[in-house]
């Protein structure tokens, strides 16, 4: 168990730092194409971000462990909520909610909407298909979101009159570099997270909702606290729910890639949990949108405390629960 320990701090770490390149090359990219800030947040930082969830979960269904898959991307969903709180903590200027976008209540509606969607394939009947299909809905409702926010926000858009070729060229290879790197240690990832899973006995579902969640989040975390430094807080909160919504509409190539039948059947009933856990922290930060509370609780303001004590809860509550499944 040892070793797998080793393996999966090693892989973590490097998840770690080729996350912070990846997201670096992506910005450089949006900048010298002119794809502009919206769809940094909306793709290309989601797609970098939300590549070890998806590597790492390919890897868990080739092993035989959709549960472990399913729990990294819903608990990486539920992770990124809780980085809301973070980005209060260390932003200092009040409560966070009193400092972002109003705009960021579409997002969280569309995230709150697929994650629905999810709690139906869960409850959905054992059907004689290859597939869910609640999965291609998850894609038509990302793809439909992607056309709407790209209309509304297309005359904020700047496109680069000039750019610097050898710039677009570093950044691409530093970008395909770094998703090998995280490629390969998420792989890593999974089969250690397997390994300690089945050692202590804690089961895979808790096992993808937390350690392997977490560790797969990091990229996350570097672009959110990253952006948080730069005072540009409402590009932190996007990137945290486009990085969800893009979470869920990887289940579509996970459940094609899955070969025993619709990827959401027959799994632990504590996805069903996780998934409404996540739908009712996306209620918190819509009502922290919509009201945000003037209460502080040292550094934190009340609406993030609330999203943290929720996801803390229910991590405890799965820990608790996990060893059974």
Same mark, same amino acid.
């Given at each position: 168990?040892h ?31 002119g ?8 793709i ?5 971000t ?21 729990g ?16 209060d903590?260390?932003q200092?200027?009040g409560?966070?909610?009193?400092h972002?976008s ?17 709690? =139906?394939g *869960? $409850?959905?009947?054992?059907?004689? &298909?290859?597939?869910?299909p609640? !999965?291609?809905?998850?894609? +038509?409702v990302? %793809? ?11 005359r904020?858009?700047?496109?680069r ?32 997270a ?11 579902t808790?096992?993808g909702s ?14 959110t ?35 025993? =039948?619709? *990827? $959401?059947?027959?799994?632990?009933? &504590?996805?069903?949990?996780?998934? !409404?856990?996540?739908?009712? +922290?996306?209620? %918190? ?36 629960w996990?060893?059974?499944?």
């Open positions: 168990m070793q797998a320990w080793i393996v999966f701090l090693v892989s973590a770490l490097l998840v770690y730092l080729a996350g912070t390149r990846l997201t670096d090359s992506a910005a450089k990219i949006a900048r010298e194409t794809l502009g800030g919206l769809w940094v947040g909306l290309i930082l989601p797609l970098s939300s590549l070890p969830e998806l590597a790492s979960s390919l890897r868990a269904v080739s092993i035989g462990a959709p549960d472990l898959a399913l990294n991307f819903l608990g990486s969903n539920l992770f990124n909520l809780f980085i809301i709180a973070i980005i903590l260390i200092g200027k409560s966070l909610f009193h972002i109003r705009s960021h209540k579409v997002s969280v509606l569309v995230v709150a909407f697929m994650s629905l969607l999810v709690v =139906g *869960l $409850l959905l009947p054992g059907l004689n &298909l290859s597939i869910s609640v !999965t291609p809905l998850l894609l +038509l990302y %793809l439909g979101s992607g056309r709407f926010f790209f209309s509304s926000g297309r904020r858009g700047a496109v009159s000039r750019r610097d070729t050898r710039i677009l060229a570093r950044a691409v290879a530093t970008y395909l570099v770094s998703s090998a790197v995280i490629i390969l240690a998420a792989v890593n990832l999974a089969d250690a397997d390994t300690l899973a089945a050692a202590t006995g804690l089961g895979r808790f096992m937390f350690l392997l969640a977490v560790s797969t989040s990091l990229p996350e975390v570097v672009t606290t990253t952006a948080v430094r730069l005072g540009a807080l409402d590009m932190a909160v996007g990137n945290v729910l486009g990085a969800n919504m893009f979470n869920l509409v990887l289940l579509f190539p996970l459940d094609l890639y899955y070969r025993q =039948g619709p *990827l $959401l059947h027959g799994l632990s009933p &504590l996805h069903f949990f996780t998934a !409404t856990v996540g739908i009712f +922290l996306l209620s %918190l930060v819509f009502l922290g949108l919509t009201r945000p509370s003037r209460i502080l609780l040292g550094d934190i303001g009340l609406n993030s405390l609330m999203i943290a004590a929720g996801y803390i809860l229910a991590i405890g509550l799965l820990y608790a996990g060893a059974g499944f």
